[in-house]
């Protein structure tokens, strides 16, 4: 092992060596803590990156992916409650393809391939049904790839062809959907699977169709569609109507200091009227025009009529004439139908009341306030909708109560930010200060033991002397003479004292290189002293 390498794992020896009990307890602990931090990230480096396989599938499906995943000894996830199954992404692909050979996920509505079974055989009854059936399968499974939506089911009524006109009767279609988790379906995607089911059926109109959830919600109705009944409509109005005016009123006598209430009563019946119009155009030319003449004019021999033995009998007057005239004229007729539909959920009347704080509304005219809320709600007099706009003085207990609470609400947040802050701290601090208290301590440790190892040499100068402070202590005994080029050396300490101070091991260090120059050459020390002490007495 190079000797480099050596120097450093002796040093670190020494260093965990001069620990304490809970320097070497918090040092194991921060070893341990990084240890565990680089498996945790070892283990989420290697783990493989999951896709999914299947999403939207029932039990019964899930339970054969997860059987032939089991045996071809592929990992896996499940998710969404079971309905996901998730493996790892380079395996999605070739697992699909043994899923598809194995028939899985296995379809719960067939489409058009139920034509494919029918024989010659087939009754006509029997071709309707499938057909009918086949349409329902391909609708639920459109549906079924709609966002949010985790099953369907289509049920379609459509009546026999009849010769009758009067007696024709519309198609109606019933949609179950099931939604994917808690979610919910909006209008725009209830909207889209209403025209999908009526475009699929010739005649069906999207009023006859119904959509239901799974928890027997009716998102559109037959006769009323995903507008909803007539008091859901009213409330939507009424909704609408005051937001409007009350957005009005915030602006103009400022927020807070009116309110707004509106009632409507909607129409439950709808009705139909068919219109025939036959108009004659200006100035028409006649489509098609006959004329018909017939004439007769009477001869010598004249007629008669037969006798008893066939024999011409003559009447006496042979002579005479006859002449017809015949006009026949076709005129173009305009012909113009018009065919009008009212749905229910008309306004047949509305009331509008208004409540103006007295104090906002101070300077105010009462009239013109009340002309401006029968504009914007379209308030009609003639079918005897009213408005009424009242000032009175509003009562203050409810802003205080929720202004209250809201404080309330505020200082509560607030304490729990701080709480929050000060447990982060604390547990920043609880890591940090040992972890720091033990650098500390080691780099102290270490600058002492470079201290105590590797000492500067002192130069002795007359000022050095002067400097050095000296203690009335009786000197050691003589140590071991030494050669004059060896360095000397502080004589170690047997007694197992406290480790002392540098200051005093540098002391200690002056007064070794003071003998040891005393004993090397005397005479120029003695000269030295005395220099010092004629300089002192002059000064």
Same mark, same amino acid.
């Given at each position: 092992?190079?000797?480099?390498?050596?120097?450093?794992?002796?040093?670190?020896?020494?260093?965990?060596?001069?620990?304490?009990?809970?320097?070497?307890?918090?040092?194991?602990?921060?070893?341990?803590?990084?240890?565990?931090?680089?498996?945790?990230?070892?283990?989420?480096?290697?783990?493989?990156?999951?896709?999914?396989?299947?999403?939207?599938?029932?039990?019964?499906?899930?339970?054969?992916?997860?059987?032939?995943?089991?045996?071809?000894?592929?990992?896996?996830?499940?998710?969404?409650?079971?309905?996901?199954?998730?493996?790892?992404?380079?395996?999605?692909?070739?697992?699909?393809?043994?899923?598809?050979?194995?028939?899985?996920?296995?379809?719960?509505?067939?489409?058009?391939?139920?034509?494919?079974?029918?024989?010659?055989?087939?009754?006509?009854?029997?071709?309707?049904?499938?057909?009918?059936?086949?349409?329902?399968?391909?609708?639920?499974?459109?549906?079924?790839?709609?966002?949010?939506?985790?099953?369907?089911?289509?049920?379609?009524?459509?009546?026999?062809?009849?010769?009758?006109?009067?007696?024709?009767?519309?198609?109606?279609?019933?949609?179950?959907?099931?939604?994917?988790?808690?979610?919910?379906?909006?209008?725009?995607?209830?909207?889209?699977?209403?025209?999908?089911?009526?475009?699929?059926?010739?005649?069906?109109?999207?009023?006859?169709?119904?959509?239901?959830?799974?928890?027997?919600?009716?998102?559109?109705?037959?006769?009323?569609?995903?507008?909803?009944?007539?008091?859901?409509?009213?409330?939507?109005?009424?909704?609408? $109507? @005051?937001?409007?005016?009350?957005?009005?009123?915030?602006?103009? !006598? /400022? &927020?807070?200091?009116?309110? *707004?209430?509106? =009632? #409507?009563?909607?129409?439950?019946?709808?009705?139909?009227?068919?219109?025939?119009?036959?108009?004659?155009?200006?100035?028409?030319?006649?489509?098609?025009?006959?004329?018909?003449?017939?004439?007769?004019?009477?001869?010598?021999?004249?007629?008669?009529?037969?006798?008893?033995?066939?024999?011409?009998?003559?009447?006496?007057?042979?002579?005479?004439?006859?002449?017809?005239?015949?006009?026949?004229?076709?005129?173009?007729?305009?012909?113009?139908?018009?065919?009008?539909?009212?749905?229910?959920?008309?306004?047949?009347?509305?009331?509008?009341? $208004? @409540?103006?704080?007295?104090?906002?509304?101070?300077?105010?005219? !009462? /009239? &013109?306030?009340?002309?401006? *809320?029968?504009? =914007? #709600?379209?308030?009609?007099?003639?079918?005897?909708?009213?408005?009424?706009?009242?000032?009175?003085?509003?009562?203050?207990?409810?802003?205080?109560?929720?202004?209250?609470?809201?404080?309330?609400?505020?200082?509560?947040?607030?304490?729990?930010?701080?709480?929050?802050?000060?447990?982060?701290?604390?547990?920043?601090?609880?890591?940090?200060?040992?972890?720091?208290?033990?650098?500390?301590?080691?780099?102290?440790?270490?600058?002492?033991?470079?201290?105590?190892?590797?000492?500067?040499?002192?130069?002795?100068?007359?000022?050095?002397?002067?400097?050095?402070?000296?203690?009335?202590?009786?000197?050691?005994?003589?140590?071991?003479?030494?050669?004059?080029?060896?360095?000397?050396?502080?004589?170690?300490?047997?007694?197992?004292?406290?480790?002392?101070?540098?200051?005093?091991?540098?002391?200690?260090?002056?007064?070794?290189?003071?003998?040891?120059?005393?004993?090397?050459?005397?005479?120029?020390?003695?000269?030295?002293?005395?220099?010092?002490?004629?300089?002192?007495?002059?000064?």
């Amino acid at each position: 092992m190079p000797q480099a390498v050596t120097n450093v794992f002796q040093r670190l020896r020494q260093a965990v060596g001069g620990f304490t009990l809970a320097q070497r307890t918090i040092a194991i602990i921060g070893v341990a803590v990084l240890a565990l931090g680089a498996i945790a990230l070892g283990s989420w480096l290697s783990r493989p990156q999951l896709a999914p396989l299947f999403t939207g599938l029932n039990p019964a499906d899930a339970n054969a992916v997860v059987e032939q995943l089991r045996s071809s000894g592929v990992t896996y996830e499940l998710a969404d409650g079971g309905a996901t199954v998730m493996v790892p992404q380079q395996d999605v692909y070739d697992q699909r393809l043994a899923a598809a050979a194995e028939g899985l996920p296995s379809e719960t509505s067939d489409g058009y391939t139920l034509l494919d079974d029918m024989g010659v055989t087939t009754s006509e009854f029997q071709q309707s049904v499938t057909y009918k059936r086949a349409i329902e399968g391909e609708l639920a499974r459109t549906i079924e790839s709609l966002d949010g939506v985790g099953a369907a089911s289509v049920q379609l009524a459509i009546p026999e062809e009849s010769v009758f006109v009067s007696e024709a009767v519309d198609p109606t279609a019933s949609v179950f959907v099931e939604t994917q988790g808690t979610s919910t379906l909006a209008p725009p995607q209830v909207d889209a699977i209403v025209h999908l089911t009526s475009a699929a059926v010739s005649g069906m109109k999207p009023e006859n169709v119904a959509v239901i959830d799974q928890a027997g919600e009716t998102l559109s109705a037959v006769g009323v569609g995903t507008t909803g009944s007539t008091d859901q409509q009213a409330g939507e109005y009424e909704a609408r $109507v @005051a937001g409007s005016i009350q957005e009005m009123l915030d602006q103009v !006598v /400022g &927020a807070g200091n009116a309110t *707004v209430t509106v =009632a #409507a009563e909607m129409t439950n019946e709808s009705s139909e009227r068919v219109d025939e119009t036959y108009t004659t155009p200006d100035e028409a030319v006649p489509s098609n025009e006959q004329t018909k003449t017939e004439s007769y004019t009477g001869g010598a021999g004249g007629t008669g009529v037969l006798g008893p033995d066939n024999i011409a009998v003559p009447n006496g007057d042979a002579g005479g004439s006859y002449e017809s005239t015949e006009t026949t004229r076709n005129n173009v007729v305009n012909k113009s139908t018009e065919t009008v539909t009212t749905p229910p959920g008309g306004v047949r009347r509305q009331t509008v009341s $208004v @409540a103006v704080d007295t104090d906002a509304a101070a300077g105010m005219d !009462v /009239g &013109a306030l009340q002309d401006l *809320v029968a504009t =914007a #709600a379209g308030v009609d007099a003639a079918r005897g909708d009213e408005v009424t706009v009242e000032l009175m003085a509003f009562s203050d207990a409810d802003a205080q109560t929720a202004q209250q609470a809201l404080d309330a609400a505020r200082q509560a947040e607030e304490a729990e930010r701080m709480n929050e802050i000060l447990r982060t701290s604390l547990i920043a601090a609880a890591i940090a200060v040992p972890l720091l208290a033990a650098v500390i301590i080691f780099a102290v440790r270490s600058r002492r033991r470079r201290e105590t190892e590797v000492a500067p040499p002192l130069e002795l100068t007359a000022e050095t002397l002067l400097l050095t402070p000296q203690q009335p202590e009786p000197l050691p005994a003589p140590p071991i003479p030494t050669p004059i080029d060896a360095t000397p050396t502080v004589p170690l300490e047997v007694d197992p004292d406290p480790e002392p101070e540098p200051d005093q091991l540098v002391l200690e260090r002056q007064r070794a290189e003071l003998e040891s120059l005393a004993r090397r050459d005397p005479q120029k020390t003695a000269e030295v002293l005395r220099s010092l002490m004629a300089d002192r007495v002059d000064a």
